[in-house]
């Protein structure tokens, strides 16, 4: 069995962790009941007795929590313990309206930096390493998430925080950094930043790269781990639950560990909200099993995964959920049919020639969806004929047409013309359709 931070857990029999979920379940279901007025008044509604729960496939008879409950009850509607019990509090962005800003008790900061911990060492990361942060510090989870995770495994930490990348690279250098922590779109910026400044990134001490908060594919791991020279692996966590811990990828790279004694999840249908079977795509929902401050009942995040029920050979019995493939309001509907971002990425590096920098821009001629994607070439192909790049564009608009059901033009563009946040994020739709006039 590979190497576990928490092994007693990590590894326990299904029997006995479902006994486990179990208890937790009815332990928060009495509390919320009792000090949360949203769910006190829902499970109300419902006829649900926290008190008659007796067993898990129960948990289908209680009410989901969506985005919009947890920004109605903004700040602190949700708390299921007073103010004075919260020694944390952290916040989503708000972009799209309120934010929803979450809370810890001093065991949930605990909790939180063992299962942090977890993650990581099942991705690689030891005493022995250097760990830099390149994610944000202050309200959003991730920095402090890894940087609370990191020192309880008991690895040096470079809170270096996000941007600034040439001064990344100077950290990178100067402290052997061997274990690198971004989003994955940071991490090729970052590649970039290398080549442009000629270091040499097999002088660099470079181990391991822990990768998430936002989609990707395995071909942008591919090139990551190429450029790089280190082992990525992917991880999943969201502010409204707890922020990064929830599930990671070991070195197996076979999917996300949930850690579930400390979550329950399930797969529903994302239109009517009915249980998915395990291995179909679905939205994923949550419920927190031993969150104080801040616990979630059915808890929709708008992710789209799938659960892997069969055993993972690192030894690890928790159940995985494979990559992230959208999110529900990500999808996009063309023509009727239905495109994720991230699937046209990943067809699109499927083919030699194209980097993982790409934007879709739909716009709307009379009443028809028009679809382009501008993706960035290689260095390689720049240098290419002119029938060369002709090839690659007949070749990639075949490939979308036959994959997706719907058709898309194809551009090359100059290798990094497309906008990049200073996190390295590319900007990957831009839908002009309600602002096109058509003729």
Known sequence: MRECF?????????????????????????????????????????GVDPETFADLADVRRLPF????????????????????????????????????????????????????????????????DVVQIALGYGLFTGGMGFHYGAETVGAAVIPASSGGTRRQVAIMQDYRTSVFVATP??????????????????ALSLRYGLFGAE???????????????????????????????????????AGMHVNEDHFLIEIVDPATGEPLADGEEGELVITTLAKEAYPMIRFRTGDITRIIPEPCPCGRTMRRIGRI?????????????????????????????????????????????????????????????????????????????????VGFAVRLVEPGSLARSEEGKTIRVSDRRGLSTGS
């Open 6 to 46: 928490e092994p007693k857990f990590e590894a326990m029999e299904r029997r006995e962790l479902a006994q486990l979920q179990l208890e937790r379940l009815q332990e928060t279901l009495t509390r919320v009941a009792r000090n949360v007025p949203l769910y006190r008044k829902r499970f109300a509604e419902l």
């Open 65 to 128: 929590t969506t985005k919009a409950d947890l920004r109605e009850a903004y700040p602190y509607g949700l708390f299921a313990v007073p103010l004075r019990d919260v020694v944390r509090l952290h916040a989503s962005s708000g972009t799209s309206g309120k934010p929803v800003v979450a809370g810890y008790t001093r065991n949930d900061v605990k909790t939180w930096s063992r299962l942090v911990a977890r993650v990581m060492v099942a991705a690689g990361v030891s005493r022995d």
């Open 215 to 253: 989609t990707w594919t395995e071909a942008m791991r591919a090139a990551i781990e190429d450029r790089l020279k280190l082992t990525a692996t992917d991880n999943y966590g969201l502010s409204e639950v707890m922020g990064p811990g929830v599930a990671g990828e070991c070195l197996e790279k």
């Open 185 to 202: 779109s940071y991490a090729l910026h970052l590649a970039e930043t290398l080549t442009a400044m000629d270091v040499n990134v097999n």
């Open 325 to 405: 493939l959208g999110r529900c309001d990500d999808m996009l509907i063309i023509r009727g049919v239905n495109v994720f971002p991230s699937r046209v990425e990943s067809l699109l590096l499927e083919v030699e020639g194209v980097t993982p920098h790409y934007r879709i821009v739909l716009t709307r001629q009379g009443a028809l969806d028009t679809a382009l994607v501008e993706v960035e070439p290689t260095e390689a192909l720049l240098f290419d004929r002119v029938s060369g790049h002709q090839a690659l564009l007949e070749k990639l608009e075949r490939r979308l047409a036959s994959e997706l059901g």
